[in-house]
């Protein structure tokens, strides 16, 4: 049995302690952890459109899921790894507006990373602690800021999973067979990184028990501990067994090795490097200082899987089959178990209550800045929208931008322009419609009128005058009502008869498209 380990103290301060009334650490950290969730759910309510990279096309997805498809995109569900937004989010818009319910969606997110970690924190450790809700200071990383919100999700399940496998140990076999698997499938639907990293953990929570049935022999229960550890798998196993030809596509690519150290400080980078990167020093600080002294308590059973993870870390490669960046979602999951491992051990209460202000200051402090660029964004974002919003309904519009706009920035607008689908009903070439990771898919003939017009072709066709790429987008342009450009840097697209301007903003210019007398 799990128990809490508390520091030895003489009998006498045991008899001058005030007594505690059973359930007040609980309490106290519901109320906590409250109080943190609504502070940093701040900035997603306070703008028009949280501005995270893939977000807006996550968005417009949504919409098409929630309406069962129109003219020009079709639902297709399947059994993917790709699905926690997709599930869920249509199904809060039923009583909520869209917007609402993406925005309920983020803060779910947030509520399962936090709540995973403190309940893991006290299985392990035997006791609520306020420590684990310093995974709050992860929440606004760099995997956030891309939009990649379906494998945070299932991050967050995947750390509620790891407690729950946990407390559930000394239950029935079969309840803990049924919840377990139930949890392995909820990850696996969510996002199949998620579902791995929860393969990882528990085969790591479960890596110390087995070598003790090992050591003393006992056969039949480490044969039952392997199978009840295997059965959880079996379905999501079948699933990638069946659907294994559709993502086998792609080959195995690594970036360089240097990137490995950058990628650990994701978990801090936001808007203000100098500021991200003093925030992350305080904190292998404070773990280095607690560690040297002794009092960075490692629950024995976690170390396996910290260990597990830190390798799947340092041996993935950013690009295996038809996925991408697997070993850069791998540092906030990282980071978010080990807090959940660890029970430090202050020298005094005052020491435990400074340090725990000093860190409510720089969490304050990161949270007002990420505030300050949100609302930076909230008005370059109302002036875009309203540029899409005079558009006429049905609208076909292509989308033209530079390669260099496809990366992170404070403002990201390169899928703004698919919020057309869900706002103005139009066909938009760039929405995510990927057969192996979206439930949706082009309508004929729309499928080949995306492909014909590229972002990046189009860009160079009209922006950098690029003769042979004008003459490939002619006549895929033919068919598409108007374009917008979008770059990372105020950009100018010059004066030509074909086009038309409807808005002209420094890095979003929306254009009408005239076709004949020499127009395509």
Known sequence: MLQRNLPS????????????????PAIRVLTAGAVLLALFSVPIFSTVLPPLFDYPNHLARFWVLATGGDAFYAVHWAPLPNLAGDLIVPLLARVVPLDLAGKLFLVMIFALIVGGAASLNRVVHGGWRLWPLLTVAFLYNRQFLWGFVNY??????????????????????????????????????????????????????????????????????????????????????????????????????????????????????????????????????????LAGRRRLQIAPRLVPALVLVFAAYLLLPSQLLSGSGLDHRIPVALFALLVAA?????????????????????????LSVIESVWLDADRVYTADLAGIDALPVGTKLAVAYPGEAVNATAIPEVHLPILAVSRRDAFVPTLFAYPAQQPIALKPPYDRLAAAATPFELWSAFVTGDADARERASAGLAQYDAIVFIGRAPFAVPAQRCLRPLTVRPTFQIFGLSHGGGCP
Not at 9 to 24: E, H, I, N, Q
Not at 347 to 363: K, N, Q
């Open 152 to 289: 945070l999700f299932g991050l967050g399940l995947a750390v509620c999973g790891a407690a729950l496998w946990l407390w559930l140990e000394p239950a029935r076999i079969w309840l803990r067979l049924i919840a377990s698997a139930l949890v392995a499938l909820l990850c696996f639907f969510s996002h199949i990184a998620a579902f791995g990293l929860y393969a990882l953990i528990i085969l790591g929570l479960e890596m110390q028990p087995a070598m003790a049935d090992l050591r003393s022999r006992r056969w039949t229960a480490l044969g039952r501990r392997a199978v009840l550890f295997a059965a959880q798998f079996l379905i999501p196993a079948a699933i990638i067994l069946g659907s294994w030809r559709s993502v086998a596509a792609g080959g195995i690519g690594y970036a360089g090795w240097w990137r490995k150290p950058d990628l650990l400080f994701s978990v801090f980078d936001n808007y203000s490097r100098p500021f991200d990167i003093a925030c992350f020093a305080l904190l292998l600080i404070l773990f280095g200082v």
């Open 342 to 366: 660890a029970a430090p051990r202050f020298p005094s209460r005052r020491m435990a209550v400074m340090i725990g202000t000093a860190a409510a200051v720089v969490l304050l402090a990161r």
């Open 9 to 24: 103290a003489s009998p006498a301060a045991v008899t001058k302690a005030r007594p505690v009334r059973a359930g007040w």
